[in-house]
Structure formats: structure tokens, C-alpha cells
């Protein structure tokens, strides 16, 4: 699909910006930034809001609690989702709209208590593990106070955009090695999963090519973030510091959503397939028309509220993610028919010629594993874990069959 008009509209105003740097940081484009930035428009939801401090190994933790007394909770416990902003490892605050608004939506959406974390950043001599200890601090905190928080202690879920992403993911790996605990469900939007990034297919480079350069992640830029996380060479990475390198046996359940126009979607489908060759249950969703960030665009862009709807779904069950039925506004709605029966009046060919490199290597690895290609779908069926690996396109989504069981 096209890019979204309410993104492609405002590449006008980046014709003169030299650079992100410029655009951030230089008040001679302070105007051009919040043209750039503004949603007049968007009414921001209304919910309870309030700050605190979660005790850490390096020191205290600020978060913001949202939705405390919002939702109907018919009286029970509510879901719970620990929340992380992205910016590069070394940007971004709780103030952001990737941040705030993401969490105000959710604990409408979802009747649940978001808590989003204020990690440090990675600046000044601060560099891993000291973001992802943060984070697992709050995580734990949360799991220790449900009856504080109102919360479900079986609903508590971990996600984050980009940046945020990565330190959702490094978590929910050390919860399931440390306290044999996993989230109950992981939220993984465009995330770096890689400390080298994985190369684009042909179709995604053609793709980027529509993309202004200025909101490109060129490989010098991700190798200069990711090192700097790391506070050394990629070499030294682990998995609990770029995810796709661990053990992903039990991981918890996970949605990865990936941007169409984004340079690091091929990070995203890779760490979906090697979930889904681990036996995880994973279901990877292709927001359509969407850049890396669209988390800080209002939900009244239809692709963003039906990622949003997604997410919400999610939370509201501790079922595996293959069991929903969303219906989701923004992505593909299809009543999808039997794997492997051929749908006439919507076969579609491209699809097979577009599939991730690594999806099209990815069977060889699972034994008798298959890939099942039917309209806007693929589905990585593997015998006795029934994982599943998902690729979709379009306005709304649909999906059958049953749900993958969660591997422990």
C-alpha cells in the first residue's frame, strides 16, 4: 500500500532539514518540527494518571501508572501491560506521544493498568545492562503488587516500540530464566531484535526508496545506536541485549507488529521466524501504509488504532495469541479458509514471491515442518508445536484455527 497520507503530507516540510540531529536538537527547526510533530485534531484520552518510584539495582525507577480508575473491570482483577518507549537507546521520555498516548489508549481499550517505565537512557557513561536491569525491576515490582495495582497476576504483559522493544523482549527472557516466570505475553513493535541488523529483501529496499532519507535507519545509524547500548563491540552482545541471539525455547507468547515503510522490519519478520522455529507461539502482523514510529501518531489514523485494537485484545486474555478472533480495524479482515485449499477469487502469486528470505530457509530447520501459503497469510505449521509465523496485509485481519499452546 501507498504510505499513509497523514505521513507522506508532511515530507514536504523535511526538504530543508540537513539532518534528525537538526530536526531534534536545532532551534532554528524547532517550527518545522512541530508542524511536523502537530495533530491538532487528536483528542488524547482521559485517564487516571499518577507517578511513582520503583526501587532498582541502579537506583530508583520513575514510571507513570495509567488507567487505575478507568475501564470496566465488572469488579475483577484487570490486565496489566509494563510499557516501554523507544529512541534509539538513547532518547525519548515518558511525555512522548509513543509513550503517553500509546498507554492512555490501551488502558481504555483494554480496561488495563499500563505502567510505563522512564528507564535510563543510554548517555553519559550509562550503557547495558543498566536500561534492561531498570526495566525487569519494574516488571518484578508490578508482579509483587498486584493487589496495590487492582491487577491480574496472570494478565501482566511486557511490550515496547523500537528502542523499547528490545528492552521488552530482553525481560520477558530474563524473567523466564531468573524467577522461571515468563510475561504473559509479549508486545514487540518495531523493534531491534539484532545487533546487526538482517538485510532487506529487494521488494522492502524498493519500498524504502519512497521513504525522505531523514526517517531511514541506515546501517551506520543502527550499528552507531546498537554499539552505543552495548558500550562496546557487537561481539559482546547476549541475548538478553538483542533477543534474537537467546534461547527462545518458552518464551512467552508474542505479537510482533512491523512497520511496511521501515528498515528494521527485516529485524522484526527474522525474530518472528526464529520465535516461531523455537516452538513459540508468535504472531507477526504487518501494519500496512505505516513508518517506523507510528506509535506517536494519533489513533485516529485507522492503522494506528488497529494496532492499538490488536494489542488491546491481546491483553484482555491469558489465551495464546493464535486464539484471537480481533477483527482489527487497519489490517487484513479475511475469512481465511483451510490451509492449503486454494481461494479462486483472491489467490494471490506475489505473495510467494515476496516472502522473507529467511521464512522461504526457515522449514529445513523444523523437520517436518511446512510452510502453508494461503491469501495474506503465511503459517509456519510445525508438528506438535503448531506455532505460527503470520504475514498480513491490508485494512482489517481475520483468522482461523486453533490456538497455539504456550510452551513452557
Known sequence: MPIHAAMSSRFRLLESVPSMQALMEDP?????????????????????????????????????????????????ARPCLVWMHGGAFIGGNLDMPEADWTARELALRAGAIVVSVDYRLCNDGVHFPVPHDDVVAVVRWVRDSPADLGID??????????????????????????????PAHLIFAYGVAHAVIPPMSAEHAALMREVP????????????????????????????????????????????LNAEYDDLRASGQAFAAALAAAGADVR??????????????????????????????????????????????????????????????????ALIGDLPRHLDALAPQVGEGRLDVVAHEVKLVVPSTVSRVHREFGRRHGEDGPAAPRVH
Open 28 to 76: 532554528a527547526y524547532a517550527q518545522v518540527r512541530a508542524q511536523f510533530e502537530s495533530h491538532p485534531g487528536y483528542q488524547v484520552p482521559a485517564v487516571s494518571v499518577r507517578s511513582a518510584e520503583v526501587p532498582g539495582p541502579h537506583g530508583p525507577v520513575p514510571v507513570r501508572i495509567y488507567g487505575e480508575s478507568t475501564g470496566d473491570t465488572g469488579g475483577g
Open 153 to 182: 497476576a496472570d494478565r501482566i504483559s511486557v511490550g515496547g516500540a523500537s528502542a523499547g522493544a528490545n528492552l521488552a523482549a530482553g525481560a520477558a527472557l530474563k524473567l523466564r530464566d531468573a524467577d522461571g516466570l515468563p
Open 213 to 256: 532519507a531523514l526517517l531511514q535507519f541506515p546501517p551506520e545509524a543502527t550499528s552507531f545506536f546498537n554499539v552505543n547500548y552495548l558500550g562496546g563491540p557487537v561481539s559482546t552482545a547476549t541475548g538478553y541485549a538483542f533477543p534474537a541471539l537467546a534461547d527462545l525455547r518458552g518464551m512467552c507468547p508474542t505479537l510482533v
Open 284 to 349: 507477526q502482523v504487518m501494519v500496512a501504509s505505516m513508518l517506523h514510529g507510528f506509535l506517536n501518531l494519533p489513533a485516529s489514523i485507522g492503522p494506528v488504532a488497529g494496532a492499538l485494537d490488536l494489542i488491546a485484545g491481546i491483553l484482555r486474555t491469558p489465551a495464546a495469541i493464535g486464539a484471537l478472533r480481533p477483527g482489527v480495524p487497519g489490517l487484513v479482515d479475511r475469512q481465511l479458509r483451510a490451509v492449503g485449499q486454494p481461494d479462486r477469487r483472491e489467490q494471490s502469486p
